[in-house]
């Protein structure tokens, strides 16, 4: 079992930057790719990014592309996700999860951290 902790959510302006970070305990995430989703009231989640095990791998979601960096640090068992030039329309739960190397499908998931962007 992997344990996941989101934090560094908050309220922030429009144009401001933010770092949230995702914890895992339980497991070493050897072998574990991580994403980061978001869930805005009365949407459907959306991908925002994912980082392979060793990190040269990062696609990212369109809406966020050029301005999002995903990162992880294995020797902490931590992952991040440096945003820049927030928009209102990024105001979302940012919820972590991860999956098998080989596989598509995410099986942990954290409970999420809500970052507001005011306008």
């Known amino acids: 079992q992997v344990q996941l902790v989101e934090s560094g959510g908050g309220l922030v302006q429009a144009g401001d930057s933010l770092r949230v970070s995702c914890a895992a305990s339980g497991r070493a995430l050897n072998n574990y790719a991580m994403g980061w989703f978001r869930q805005a009231p009365g949407k459907e989640r959306e991908f925002v990014a994912d980082i392979n095990w060793s990190g040269d791998s990062t696609p990212y979601g369109d809406s966020v592309k050029g301005r999002f960096t995903i990162s992880r640090d294995n020797a902490k068992n931590t992952v991040y996700l440096q945003m820049n030039s927030l928009k209102p329309e990024d105001t979302a739960v940012y919820v972590c999860?991860?999956?098998?190397?080989?596989?598509?499908?995410?099986?942990?998931w954290g409970q999420g951290t809500q970052v507001t962007v005011s306008s």
């Open positions: 999860a991860a999956r098998l190397g080989w596989s598509s499908t995410y099986i942990y």
